[in-house]
C-alpha cells in the first residue's frame, strides 16, 4: 500500500519537476548560444569578426568612392575653365605669331626681288621653317562633345595643316636653282594672303568656343576682331621699341598709299602686288575703325607694367614714334593714331611697311651651288 503510494506521488510530481528543470535548462541553452546578425552572420568566432571588419571596409569604400567622384567632377569642371582660357591665350599667340610670319614673309620676298640675278640666292631655311605653327595649340580634345566648336577647330587644323605643306614646296622651289620664277613668285604671294586669312578663320574658331563658357558670352566676333587688331599693332610699337635705329629707313615704303585703286585690281608691279594678297584676306580678320579709347584699354591688358608709357606715348605720336621722323607719310601716320576713330586698314598697312622695312635687315640669304 505503501508502496503503491509513493509510486502514485512520484508518477504526478516527477514530470512536472522535469518540464520545469526543462524549462530553466532551455532558458539556459538560449541564453548562452551563439546568434546571427540579421539572421545571416554567426556573432561568435571569427566569422562574426571578419564579417564586421569586411561590413566595415565595404562602407568606407562607397564614401570614399563618392567623395573621390565629387573632387574628379569639380576638379574636371576647373580644368575645363582653365582650359578655356589656355586656349584663347594660345589663340591670342597664334595671331601675334602670324602677323610676324606675314612680315618675315613680306621682308624675305622683298629680299628675293632685291638680289643679283648672277647668283641664285634663297631666304635660309630658318625663315620659313619658323613659319609653322604649333599644332598642338588647339585643343580639340576638348570640345569632343561639342560639334559646333570641334567642326571648327577642326576646319582650323586642316587650314594650319595646308599652310604648312605650302611652306614646305615654297622652300622647296627656292632651293631649286631651274625652277621658273613664276612659281615661286607664285608660292610667295601665297604666304602673303595666308596670315590674316587664318587670323580670320581663328576669330570664328574662337567666337563659336566663347558659347560654351559663360565668362566670354558676350565676347562676339566683332569684339574678338578688335582684340586681334589690338595684339597686333601692340606687337607692331614693341617692335618699333626694339629697332629704335634709322637703319632700316632706305627700305621703307608707304604701301598703304602706293596705289589708290590697290584694292579694285592687282597693280602692277611687285609691291602693290604684294599688299593687295594682304588686303584681299584683311576685310574677314578687322573692322574698317574701332573706337581709339577701346582699343587703348585693350592694349593695356596685353601690355606689361614697364610698357605702358612707351605705348601710351607711341599712340600719341611721340616718345619712340619720334624715331620715325623723316620717313616719307610718317605726318599721316600721326595724325591716324590720335583720330578719336581709328582707321584700321590704314594704320595696319603704315604698321606692316615699318615692320617689312625693319625685318628686311634680319633676313639672311643663301647661295644655291649646285
Given at each position: 500500500m505503501n508502496s503503491y503510494l509513493v509510486f502514485s506521488v512520484l508518477q504526478e510530481t516527477v514530470p512536472?519537476?522535469?518540464?520545469?528543470?526543462?524549462?530553466?535548462?532551455?532558458?539556459?541553452v538560449t541564453n548562452t548560444d551563439s546568434y546571427k546578425i540579421f539572421d545571416l552572420i554567426p556573432a561568435d568566432g571569427p566569422t562574426?569578426?571578419?564579417?564586421?571588419?569586411?561590413?566595415?571596409?565595404?562602407?568606407?569604400?562607397?564614401l570614399f568612392g563618392y567623395l573621390g567622384y565629387r573632387y574628379q567632377k569639380v576638379t574636371s569642371d576647373n580644368t575645363g575653365h582653365v582650359s578655356i582660357e589656355i586656349q584663347k591665350s594660345e589663340f591670342s599667340d597664334i595671331i601675334r605669331?602670324?602677323?610676324?610670319?606675314?612680315?618675315?614673309?613680306?621682308?624675305?620676298?622683298?629680299k628675293i626681288k632685291i638680289s643679283d640675278d648672277a647668283t641664285h640666292l634663297y631666304p635660309s631655311e630658318e625663315h620659313l621653317r619658323k613659319l609653322k605653327l604649333l599644332p598642338e595649340d588647339v585643343h580639340l580634345e576638348k570640345f569632343n562633345d561639342n560639334i559646333s566648336v570641334y567642326s571648327k577647330m577642326h576646319h582650323f587644323k586642316l587650314l594650319v595643316r595646308n599652310y604648312h605643306i605650302e611652306i614646305d614646296l615654297t622652300l622647296e622651289h627656292m632651293m631649286n636653282k631651274h625652277i621658273n620664277q613664276d612659281i615661286v613668285n607664285s608660292d610667295i604671294h601665297g604666304l602673303e594672303f595666308k596670315p590674316f586669312y587664318l587670323i580670320g578663320n581663328l576669330i570664328d574658331v574662337e567666337s563659336v568656343m566663347n558659347k560654351v563658357d559663360r565668362k566670354y558670352r558676350d565676347e562676339d566676333s566683332e569684339k574678338l576682331k578688335q582684340k586681334a587688331f589690338a595684339i597686333i599693332f601692340f606687337n607692331h610699337i614693341l617692335n618699333v621699341n626694339s629697332n629704335k635705329s634709322a637703319a632700316f629707313f632706305e627700305k621703307w615704303k608707304d604701301l598703304y598709299h602706293y596705289?589708290?585703286?590697290?584694292?579694285?585690281?592687282?597693280?602692277?608691279?611687285?609691291?602693290?602686288?604684294?599688299?593687295y594678297d594682304c588686303a584681299r584676306s584683311f576685310k574677314n580678320c578687322f573692322l574698317e575703325t574701332v573706337d581709339r579709347e577701346y582699343v587703348m584699354a585693350l592694349i593695356k591688358t596685353l601690355c606689361p607694367d614697364d610698357k605702358q608709357s612707351v605705348v601710351e606715348q607711341f599712340m600719341k605720336g611721340k616718345g619712340i614714334f619720334e624715331t620715325l621722323e623723316g620717313m616719307d607719310g610718317i605726318d599721316t601716320y600721326r595724325e591716324a593714331l590720335k583720330s578719336e576713330t581709328l582707321n584700321i586698314k590704314e594704320l595696319l598697312s603704315f604698321a606692316i611697311s615699318i615692320d617689312r622695312a625693319i625685318e628686311i635687315s634680319k633676313i639672311n640669304m643663301v647661295e644655291l651651288i649646285s
Open positions: 512536472g519537476a522535469l518540464r520545469e528543470i526543462g524549462k530553466d535548462v532551455q532558458q539556459v562574426f569578426w571578419i564579417a564586421f571588419i569586411g561590413m566595415i571596409l565595404s562602407f568606407l569604400a562607397t605669331h602670324l602677323y610676324r610670319n606675314l612680315i618675315c614673309t613680306l621682308a624675305f620676298a622683298q596705289d589708290a585703286d590697290l584694292l579694285n585690281e592687282a597693280a602692277a608691279d611687285e609691291d602693290g602686288r604684294t599688299i
